[in-house]
């Protein structure tokens, strides 16, 4: 984002995805482009407390609590974007063998099985959240992690490669709460492997020109 300005919500053309209903994306990206109203309008809130370069002690209570709330939202905003940005209506299941991804995966967790079994058991963990695979970009290894509401266990400096919203929002409308595995399933056919892969290779690209 080149411009200091207010963020802008993005437009995701996913339509015709498998197991995910253009009903459920239109509700979901409704309730995105709340994220980045709310995230426009606290940083807007926040800069008239900071205006007079001061935040004063009859200010603090306000300022903080404003400022508490845009971690939710601002993560809210992004980790949206991440998970619409890895979703494709023509994904083909898993990676191609062979794949950046996959070579990652037996890097770091032995097999792409393993790497899956481990990331699809965070995505069954009770609570709202959200499914993460990252990539150190210090050492190019990937880790999986669950993220409470949108704020609570996001690694600092980690890269998302792969992001999977659990909330219920995101198939209640398409399966029962108790069928979040089927929603799972639903989510890795339409995995934009291509765009997972971008987003790798870029690290690929930082890590070798400081080797
Ligand atoms: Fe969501």
């Not at 991804?101 to 890097?107: D, G, L, Q, R, T």
Request: proline fraction near 3%; aromatic fraction near 14%.
């Amino acid at each position: 984002m080149s411009s200091t300005g207010p963020y802008t919500a993005r437009q995701f053309n996913l339509s015709g995805l498998n197991g995910i209903s253009d009903q459920t994306l239109e509700v979901h990206f409704k309730l995105y482009e709340g994220y980045v109203k709310e995230t426009n309008k606290l940083t807007e809130k926040i800069s008239e407390f900071i205006r007079d370069g001061n935040v004063d002690q009859d200010e603090m209570p306000a300022y903080s609590e404003l400022t508490r709330r845009l971690g939710f939202e601002y993560n809210g905003m992004v980790l949206h974007e991440y998970y619409f940005d890895n979703m494709t209506s023509s994904g083909s299941g898993d990676p191609a063998k062979g794949s950046e991804f996959v070579k990652a995966a037996e890097a770091s967790f032995g097999s792409y099985d393993i790497w899956k079994a481990d990331f699809v058991g965070i995505g069954k963990m009770r609570g709202v959240g959200w499914a993460m695979c990252y990539q150190n970009p210090a050492n190019g290894r990937i880790s999986n992690h669950w993220i409470t509401l949108h704020e609570i266990g996001n690694v600092a400096g980690f890269v998302p490669v792969l992001v999977m919203d659990v909330w219920e929002h995101a198939f209640l409308l398409d399966y029962k709460p108790a069928e979040r595995p089927k929603y799972i399933e639903a989510f890795f056919s339409n995995i934009a492997w291509d765009a997972v892969e971008k987003r790798l290779k870029k690290i690929t690209g930082v890590q070798s020109a400081r080797a």
